[in-house]
Nanobody
Framework: QVRLMESGGGSVQAGASLKLVCATS????????LAWYRQPPGKQRELVAV???????DYIESVKGRFTIARDYTERSGSLQMNNLEEQDTARYYC??????????????????WGQGAQVTVAS
């Protein structure tokens, strides 16, 4: 059974940093791509960052240079380091596993497994 569990959310002031961690189980881990999505209040869920099985990464424009996605093969976990947070980063963040060619973030294909998410609230 695939399980994903996010942790590390919180409430911060604009300009602060947070690191989200995604613990995984039930997947091979070395074969899958990992991704982070977010869902702002009243809006649809959007893909934010993706990391391939070989470590290649891509991001949406609004977080490039501020967010860094990573994966730890020993811990079988993923992470999202978020620096210089902005009020528009406020959302519930979810990790996901799926398939990715590595060409661009638009080509990520999510599998239907989701954790409970981690709330990130940024005050201006």
């Amino acid at each position: 059974q695939v399980r994903l569990m996010e942790s590390g959310g919180g409430s911060v002031q604009a300009g602060a940093s947070l690191k989200l961690v995604c613990a995984t189980s039930g997947i091979i881990f070395t074969n899958e791509a990992l991704a982070w999505y977010r869902q702002p209040p009243g809006k649809q869920r959007e893909l934010v960052a993706v990391i391939g099985a070989s470590g290649q990464t891509d991001y949406i424009e609004s977080v490039k240079g501020r967010f860094t996605i990573a994966r730890d093969y020993t811990e079988r976990s993923g992470s999202l380091q978020m620096n210089n947070l902005e009020e528009q980063d406020t959302a519930r963040y979810y990790c996901n596993v799926g398939q990715w060619t590595g060409a661009s973030i638009d080509q990520y294909k999510a599998w239907g497994y989701w954790g409970q998410g981690a709330q990130v609230t940024v005050a201006s």
